[in-house]
């Protein structure tokens, strides 16, 4: 029940966003070293969200100017079990 990303050195930009399935915001993030060390915990507000998809967007890029890609996309469903 939470979500980590990895590979975020020499992240100049990053903008996170993860959404619940009725389209309210749930987490977001602009620091690489908040999302790799303490990432999403399943909450939003102080509650814990039932398990389910949960669609992220990422934006973002490395310092050589290549875009963020979570396995090569830009979006994507993670599905929260506890």
């Known amino acids: 029940d939470q979500l980590l990303v990895y590979d975020l050195i020499s992240v100049s930009q990053l903008d996170l966003f993860i959404y619940n399935r009725y389209g309210s915001l749930v987490y977001e993030s602009s620091d690489p070293n908040t999302v790799t060390n303490v990432?999403?915990?399943g909450s939003w507000k102080g509650k814990p969200q039932p398990n389910g998809p949960?669609?992220?967007k990422v934006s973002g890029k490395y310092d050589?100017?290549?875009p963020v890609l979570f396995n090569?996309?830009?979006?994507g469903?993670?599905?929260l079990m506890r």
């Open 39 to 41: 990432g999403w915990d």
């Open 64 to 66: 050589n100017g290549e």
């Open 54 to 56: 949960y669609y992220w």
């Open 77 to 79: 469903v993670v599905h």
């Open 72 to 75: 090569g996309k830009k979006e």
